[in-house]
Nanobody, 124 residues
Framework: QVQLVESGGGSVQPGGSLRLSCAASEFGLDYHTIAWFRQAPGKEREGVSCITSTDGTTRYADSVKGRFTISRDNAENTVYLQMNNLEPEDTAVYYC?????????????????WGQGTQVTVSS
C-alpha cells in the first residue's frame, strides 16, 4: 500500500508559479510511475504529466508543455510538478497517482494509488 500526500497548492495570479509536491509513504517511488492529474469544476479528470520509474521518461499534456516540469527525488520519495506561467485554465484540484507498472498512459484506471488532491487557483 502506498500513501500519497500532495502539497504546494494555493492561489496565484496569471503568470505566476507554484511547485507541487507528492510525498509517498513506505515504498520508494522508484517502484512506480507517478502522474499528476487535475480536475476542474464540471470537467473530467485529465492527465497533466507523468514520469516513469525506470529511466525517468516524462510525458506532458499539450496544454502544459513548455510551462510545467515533472521531476522525482527517489531518495526523498517525492515527485514534484513545477508549474510556471500559470493560466486561469490551470485552476483545478491536482492529484498525484502511482502505478505499479511502467507507463506513460494518462488512463486513470492504470493508476493504483491516489492522493487526496491539492487546490490550485489562478486568478487576477
Amino acid at each position: 500500500q502506498v500513501q500519497l500526500v500532495e502539497s504546494g497548492g494555493g492561489s496565484v495570479q496569471p503568470g505566476g508559479s507554484l511547485r507541487l509536491s507528492c510525498a509517498a509513504s513506505e515504498f520508494g517511488l522508484d517502484y512506480h510511475t507517478i502522474a499528476w492529474f487535475r480536475q476542474a469544476p464540471g470537467k473530467e479528470r485529465e492527465g497533466v504529466s507523468c514520469i516513469t520509474s525506470t529511466d525517468g521518461t516524462t510525458r506532458y499534456a499539450d496544454s502544459v508543455k513548455g510551462r510545467f516540469t515533472i521531476s522525482r527525488d527517489n531518495a526523498e520519495n517525492t515527485v514534484y510538478l513545477q508549474m510556471n506561467n500559470l493560466e486561469p485554465e490551470d485552476t483545478a484540484v491536482y492529484y498525484c497517482a502511482a502505478s505499479r507498472v511502467v507507463t506513460t498512459s494518462f488512463f486513470f484506471a492504470m493508476y493504483d494509488f491516489w492522493g487526496q488532491g491539492t487546490q490550485v487557483t489562478v486568478s487576477s
